[in-house]
């Protein structure tokens, strides 16, 4: 049996979503930007996508700009902000994903903005309470805090950072890659100035994404060279992948609830069984608590906690991860672990699920952790 138990890093194209791209691939080739038949024909498949992706999301249209994918959207925001919109302090986390953490500290280090992080409590949430504190202390701030934790799951209180950040005057810049289309957005009830969404999180194609930048900020162009994006974002846009990101969320939003139900058994199922069989097996972040229902992050004990364990795992057909798909390979070990400061010793698997997977798989995985266990206690 091969199993797929690593969604946070990227998710299996669905089968409609693939079906809604292959006409567009194999009989609209024409740029977007011509003004002749073959153009306008592809300029309508963009203007639809943009269109169905604003409703869902109940914003504008002119508020919604595609580009790669969320690390290139996340930049636009954070770089946008600093660079135009008078930003002079970000205020961010220790355990933001890369994509933010990294661009953070590059302008903090050049000199751009004073960069300051907010505390986390002990089960890693943000402490809103800091939070407040550090948005009385400075002005021009941005803060940037991301919804759900790609490798804890750890789930922000988005509706509490919006309103202070709009009582103390304060951009808000959420990364919401983890959890666009995994959650009923509505952009007019809630209130913040940039979200963004990564297609191949939700089962759409990889290499396309987009910005959700609220029309009362203007924001200008990081990618430059051409009018594309109403002059926002240059570059022949990615039609295809921008059909099927459409059409992923239209589904998505369509079994949001069915599918939802589905994988919180799914984990919920796990977590009881891993009380039960391996309480030695710690559990990293607000697991079973205000966290994402896609992503279980488990801290197996020092026994256990070998260079070969993701391997193992990997040679018996169960593809997981130890943290976040982007950092894959180093030896650093996880940034966010090592943020919350709890069970350092021991090795972070993070499993994340999708629509697909099965209580079979679950209880395969168990069983192997089972064998896990076993081996150990016999060498």
């Known amino acids: 049996m091969k199993i797929y138990f690593d969604n946070a890093a990227t998710t299996p194209i669905d089968p409609e979503v693939l079906e809604a791209m292959i006409p567009v691939m194999r009989e609209d080739f024409g740029n977007p930007s011509s003004t002749h038949a073959f153009g306008r024909k592809v300029k ?9 992706i604003a409703k869902l999301l109940n914003v504008s249209p002119a508020e919604i700009t595609f580009t790669s994918g969320g690390t290139e959207a996340d930049n636009m925001a954070i770089r946008g902000s600093v660079k135009y919109l008078g930003v002079t302090t970000i205020i961010s986390s220790v355990i933001e994903h890369h994509a933010v953490s990294h661009t953070v500290e590059d302008l903090d280090q050049t000199g751009s ?7 986390l409590l002990p089960d890693g949430h943000i402490d809103l309470n800091h939070l407040e504190e550090l948005l009385t202390q400075n002005t021009n701030v941005l803060v940037s805090l991301m919804h759900g934790n790609n490798e804890v799951g750890n789930l922000l209180n988005i509706e509490k950072v919006s309103q202070l950040c709009r009582q103390y005057n304060a951009l808000f810049h959420s990364d919401t890659v983890q959890t666009m289309a995994h959650y009923a957005f509505d952009f007019q009830q809630l209130d913040l100035d940039f979200a963004v969404g990564a297609a191949h999180k939700f ?70 069984q891993v009380k039960t069989r391996f309480p030695s097996i710690k559990f990293n972040g607000d697991s079973d608590g205000n966290s994402l229902y896609t992503v279980l992050s488990l801290a197996f004990p020092p026994e256990l906690a070998t260079e070969m364990l993701l391997f193992n795992f990997d040679l018996n057909g169960i593809a997981i991860s130890g943290g976040s798909a982007c950092t894959s390979g180093s030896n650093t070990g996880s940034h966010v672990i090592r943020g919350i400061g709890k069970y350092l010793d021991h090795a972070p698997v993070r499993l994340s699920f999708g629509k697909y997977n099965t209580f079979e798989e679950a209880d395969f995985v168990l069983n192997y952790i089972d064998t896990l266990f076993q081996t150990a206690s016999s060498n």
């Open 44 to 52: 309508a498949h963009l203007e639809n996508s943009r269109r169905t």
């Open 113 to 119: 903005v004073k960069l300051i992080n907010v505390n």
């Open 203 to 272: 089962n759409g194609p990889k290499g396309v994404g987009f910005l959700y930048h609220n029309k009362r900020n203007k924001i200008h162009p990081m990618i430059t060279g051409g009018s594309q994006e109403r002059e926002l974002r240059a570059g022949t846009e990615n039609i295809y992948g921008i059909v099927g990101m459409a059409k992923a969320m239209e589904i998505a939003y369509r079994d949001m609830s069915s599918k939802s139900a589905h994988i919180q058994k799914l984990k919920s199922y796990i977590i009881d």
